[in-house]
C-alpha cells in the first residue's frame, strides 16, 4: 500500500469515527484531521468539504457490504446468488453502527440519493446486479428482460427494505422482512415458468 492510499484510508478511518460519534453536521475536516493524525492541508488535499469526504466513505463502506454478500453468495445458480447477496447487503447495512446513524438521525442526507440522483455506491451496486443479472439469464435461473430494468427494480426495492426498516418493526423480525425480502425478489426473478 502506497502512503498516498494509506493517508486516504486512515482519513476515511477517521471521518468514520467522527461521523459516529458527533454526526455529519457535527464533524468538521479540523475534527477528522485531528483523529487521523495528518495536517488540515492533508485533508483538503483529497477533499474539498465534509460532503465530499463523507460521500466517498459512504461509497467505501457500502462497496465493502457488497463485496463480503457477494462473496458469502457461493449457491449454484445466479438467481440464488442475487437473493443471497442482496439480503445479505439488507442485513449487513442494517447493522452497521455509521448507516444507523444516518437512519436514526440524520435521514435527510440520504434523500438525495434515494429521491434525486444514484450515488457512487448505487451504482457500483448496479454494475455487481447487471454482471449477475446476465449470468443468471445465461444460466436459465433468471428471466428474460432488459437487465437494466432488472437490475434498477431490485436496487429500488433492496433500498427501499435497507432504509425503511423501523416502519415495519410491530410486524416483522428482521429474519421474517429478510425472508419476505428473498422471497419478493426471487419472485420477480425466477423465469414465469418456473415459479410454482
Not at 52 to 60: A, E
Not at 81 to 97: D, M
Request: net charge negative; with cysteine; glycine share 6%.
Amino acid at each position: 500500500m502506497t502512503p498516498m492510499r494509506k493517508s486516504e484510508d486512515d482519513i476515511l478511518d477517521a471521518a468514520r469515527e467522527c461521523v459516529e460519534a458527533f454526526g455529519v453536521r457535527r464533524t468538521t475536516l479540523t475534527d477528522v484531521a485531528r483523529r487521523a493524525g495528518v495536517s488540515r492541508p492533508t485533508v483538503y488535499r483529497y477533499w474539498p468539504d465534509i460532503s465530499s469526504l463523507v460521500g466517498d466513505l459512504m461509497t467505501r463502506e457500502l462497496r465493502a457490504v457488497f463485496t463480503a454478500s457477494a462473496a458469502a453468495a457461493t449457491e449454484a445458480d445466479a438467481l440464488s446468488r442475487i437473493v443471497h447477496g442482496c439480503t445479505g447487503t439488507v442485513a449487513a447495512v442494517w447493522h452497521h453502527s455509521m448507516f444507523n446513524r444516518f437512519v436514526d438521525s440524520e435521514a435527510e442526507l440520504l434523500a438525495t440519493y434515494v429521491f434525486h440522483r444514484l450515488g457512487s455506491s448505487q451504482l457500483a451496486a448496479l454494475e455487481l446486479l447487471l454482471a449477475q443479472i446476465a449470468e443468471g439469464q445465461q444460466d436459465g435461473s433468471v428471466r428474460e428482460g432488459d437487465p437494466q430494468e432488472l437490475a434498477r427494480i431490485v436496487l429500488l426495492t433492496v433500498q427501499s427494505i435497507a432504509s425503511s426498516r423501523r416502519l415495519v418493526e410491530d410486524v416483522f423480525t428482521e429474519e421474517r422482512l429478510l425472508a419476505s425480502l428473498a422471497r419478493l425478489l426471487d419472485g420477480y426473478l425466477r423465469p414465469r415458468e418456473a415459479t410454482s
